[in-house]
């Protein structure tokens, strides 16, 4: 067996002499159970409020979008069409169009995106199931879905036939307006639906049909602003978007949903890092017991390492013996703690213990990243720490 691990052991498990001694194993101990298990919780809390916050952009997000890098629009052949209908991994795909337009409804009035879908855009996204009232909007008709913000600002209702909504969208051309009424194409369109998905959302779009977005924005029949995906769970990704980009000439540009909302996961990734950071603080200090237990176990044996020297054991090996004494308990606390913070998030997950509202359960996420990244921040900070107090052997300190 190992000489330095097999005394460093001996010394884990025995009770020291000194009674002082053992309170300070005790609380360094404590220390790191405590730390890794609050790392842990809140790491998953973290993964839980990021699921819960990207769940409502990917209710309506597509797997795959691809727009213009020229402009606005452009046009799409039913060539196109046949061979994206080719591609292996590709479930279903939608034609939209998205443009911000003037809606009005009697004195009231605001810009927002009127987004103009086919009838495949149900199957692409599962919009259905995000309708607050009423139902979804049928093809080649003057029916909209409004979302549940603009209801409310609008203080609209669904199948108001005497007050209609009014869409205003500006008539492409150039030069000066002389006329504000012929600066504008205007249709009245019937609220059918209102969905609800996030506050954000609600008041974002309009859906309509995709030809009666056409005919108000004058775009011909085979114009659109873009093209949404729905891919199989196993798809390669990468390879659709080399096929995608070879049958457009490379005119377009693809994003995938993490693309799509960069700004958010930009924000969430960050908030994480900066709770890792601050919890991976407390953890560095309360590694500063356990450097001092083991300074203080060195002290005690003074004696037993000076008898050690003299029958020739070197100084490395005595200062490994410290330096392993505090990488195990290290990893024997960070694999309590870590047995506890999972043992708490199971219980949330089951039994939803802590409640964000009366209905809501605080969201957790289990997973093996970071129990991975727990572990490995426990163990590299507790050799760190225990490198730092093994150095303390010395020949001076033996003399």
């Known amino acids: 067996m190992n000489f330095p691990l097999y005394i460093a052991k001996r010394y884990i498990f025995s009770r020291s002499k000194n009674n002082a001694i053992n309170i300070i194993n005790r609380i360094a101990s404590m220390g790191i159970i405590v730390g890794t298990m609050a790392l842990f919780v809140v790491l998953s809390v973290f993964s839980g409020l990021k699921?819960?916050?990207?769940?409502?952009?990917n209710e309506i997000d597509p797997d795959l979008k691809i727009t213009s890098t020229l402009g606005k629009s452009f046009?799409?052949?039913?060539?196109?069409?046949?061979?994206?209908?080719?591609?292996?991994?590709?479930?279903?795909?939608?034609?939209?169009?998205?443009?911000?337009?003037?809606?009005?409804?009697?004195?009231?009035?605001?810009?927002?995106?009127?987004?103009?879908?086919?009838?495949?855009?149900?199957?692409?996204?599962?919009?259905?199931?995000?309708l607050f009232n009423g139902q979804w909007l049928k093809p080649d008709t003057y029916?909209?879905?409004?979302?549940?913000?603009?209801?409310?600002?609008?203080?609209?209702?669904?199948?108001?036939?005497?007050?209609?909504?009014?869409?205003?969208?500006?008539?492409?051309?150039?030069?000066?307006?002389?006329?504000?009424?012929?600066?504008?194409?205007?249709?009245?369109?019937?609220?059918?639906?209102v969905y609800s998905i996030s506050e954000d959302l609600d008041s974002k779009y309009v859906f309509a049909d995709l030809g009666l977005a056409q005919e108000l924005l004058m775009y011909k029949p085979n114009q659109i602003s873009g093209v949404e995906f729905n891919l199989k769970d196993n798809a390669d990704e990468n390879a659709i978007d080399a096929k995608l980009k070879a049958i457009f000439q490379n005119k377009i540009t693809i994003k995938n949903r993490a693309q799509l909302n960069e700004s958010l996961y930009k924000m969430l990734n960050t908030e994480n890092i900066a709770v890792y950071l601050i919890?991976?603080?407390?953890?560095?200090?309360?590694?500063?017991?356990?450097?001092?237990?083991?300074?203080?176990?060195?002290?005690?044996?003074k004696g037993n390492l000076k008898t050690l020297f003299n029958l020739g054991t070197e100084i490395n090996h005595l200062r490994k013996i410290f330096l392993l004494q505090g990488t195990l308990l290290s990893v024997f606390g960070g694999l309590?703690?870590?047995?506890?913070?999972?043992?708490?998030?199971?219980?949330?997950?089951?039994?939803?213990?802590?409640?964000?509202?009366?209905?809501?359960?605080?969201?957790?996420?289990?997973?093996?990243?970071?129990?991975?990244?727990?572990?490995?921040?426990?163990?590299?900070?507790?050799?760190?720490?225990?490198?730092?107090?093994?150095?303390?052997?010395?020949?001076?300190?033996?003399?």
């Open 51 to 57: 699921v819960f916050s990207l769940s409502f952009t």
């Open 75 to 130: 046009l799409i052949t039913p060539d196109q069409e046949s061979q994206i209908k080719k591609i292996d991994g590709i479930i279903s795909y939608t034609k939209i169009i998205e443009e911000r337009v003037l809606f009005l409804f009697k004195d009231k009035q605001k810009v927002t995106y009127l987004k103009g879908v086919d009838r495949n855009y149900p199957v692409v996204n599962d919009i259905r199931k995000k």
């Open 143 to 193: 029916q909209v879905v409004i979302g549940y913000g603009i209801s409310r600002d609008f203080s609209l209702g669904i199948l108001d036939f005497e007050n209609p909504l009014q869409i205003f969208a500006p008539k492409p051309g150039k030069g000066t307006i002389e006329n504000p009424e012929e600066a504008f194409n205007k249709t009245d369109v019937l609220p059918v639906g």
């Open 279 to 301: 919890f991976t603080l407390v953890i560095i200090v309360a590694l500063f017991n356990l450097i001092g237990a083991l300074i203080m176990m060195i002290l005690e044996k």
């Open 336 to 399: 309590i703690g870590l047995l506890l913070g999972i043992i708490l998030v199971v219980l949330q997950q089951k039994f939803e213990m802590i409640m964000l509202t009366p209905t809501l359960a605080y969201p957790v996420v289990f997973t093996v990243e970071n129990v991975l990244i727990v572990m490995g921040t426990i163990v590299s900070l507790g050799f760190v720490a225990s490198l730092i107090a093994s150095s303390r052997v010395s020949k001076k300190l033996l003399d």
